[in-house]
């Protein structure tokens, strides 16, 4: 199959970033998979010199930037090979792109139940806005069992403050769930729920909104009424099939009147 060879002959806007790709992935495995819901032009799926192996991730260029718009909103979170795939604009899945979405608005998320995973995850709080990043689930390293709590990460506050307001408490797989602003990294340590030090600091804080709202990528996140990934808070959440959220069929609430 032919690649992409450099940046420059892709239509970005056409585009889809696809990470998190099993090391078993490849690119006929990719254009296979989807051609299912649009026209695609070429696969390219960067490959270390030595190994020959892929990276993790790859790119799909389809034929318009609507079928690309479409893969975004079915492909995302779908697990290929036991791995949920991260699917979004490439011309975001950069350094200067999706992190420079990241305002702050990192959700922690306690006493998850074993069944939770990272597409459940998706699923519930995807109803509230745009998720910049694959949800996560914090997991032993030897047992791949989930240690019980994860984190959700919003492009904005105003949807992690309704995800907090309506499932803060709620009952997710059978438990009474914790949804709260994670505590701010300390040294290169990864976000937690408790506190790293003496004077711990959570996120959404009023200057991490202010700092927010005078974000020049903010241009980025909506334009007519799309998201960044493409994806409205009301298309993410019809996109994906309701489900039952433990023994008491309660779905998802709907998300947040647009005002």
């Known amino acids: 199959m032919a690649g992409l060879p450099t940046v420059e002959h892709r239509n970005q806007e056409a585009t889809c970033y696809v990470g998190n790709l099993d090391p078993s992935c490849d690119e006929d495995l990719l254009m296979e998979l989807f051609n299912h819901v649009g026209r695609v032009n070429s696969v390219h799926m960067p490959k270390d010199k030595l190994t020959n192996q892929h990276n993790g991730y790859g790119f799909v260029e389809y034929r318009d930037v609507t079928d690309a718009d479409y893969a975004i909103q079915v492909m995302n979170m779908v697990k290929l090979h036991g791995r949920p795939l991260r699917v979004s604009k490439s011309s975001l899945d950069k350094k200067t792109g999706l992190n420079a979405l990241d305002v702050g608005a990192n959700l922690f998320l306690g006493n998850l139940d074993t069944d939770v ?5 998706f699923d519930t709080f995807s109803a509230f806005g745009t998720i910049i990043r694959q949800p996560k689930v914090m997991r032993d390293e030897d047992t791949n069992q989930s240690k019980g709590y994860g984190f959700v990460s919003f492009d904005s506050f105003e949807a992690s403050d309704a995800a907090i307001d309506c499932m803060n408490g709620q009952f997710l797989c059978n438990r009474q769930i ?9 040294n290169n340590n990864e976000e937690t729920g408790q506190a790293p030090g003496t004077r711990p600091e959570r996120h959404g804080s009023r200057a991490e909104r202010m ?17 960044a ?11 994906i099939p309701p489900r039952p959220l433990g023994g008491f069929g309660i779905i998802p609430p709907p998300p947040p009147p647009v005002p």
Do not use: C, H, W
């Open 178 to 186: 914790t949804v709260q602003y994670a505590f701010k990294k300390s």
């Open 117 to 121: 995973d990272e597409k459940v995850l």
């Open 229 to 239: 990934t493409g994806i409205t808070p009301a298309t993410a959440a019809s996109a």
């Open 211 to 227: 700092l927010a709202a005078s974000n020049p990528m903010r241009k980025y996140m909506t334009n007519n009424g799309t998201t």
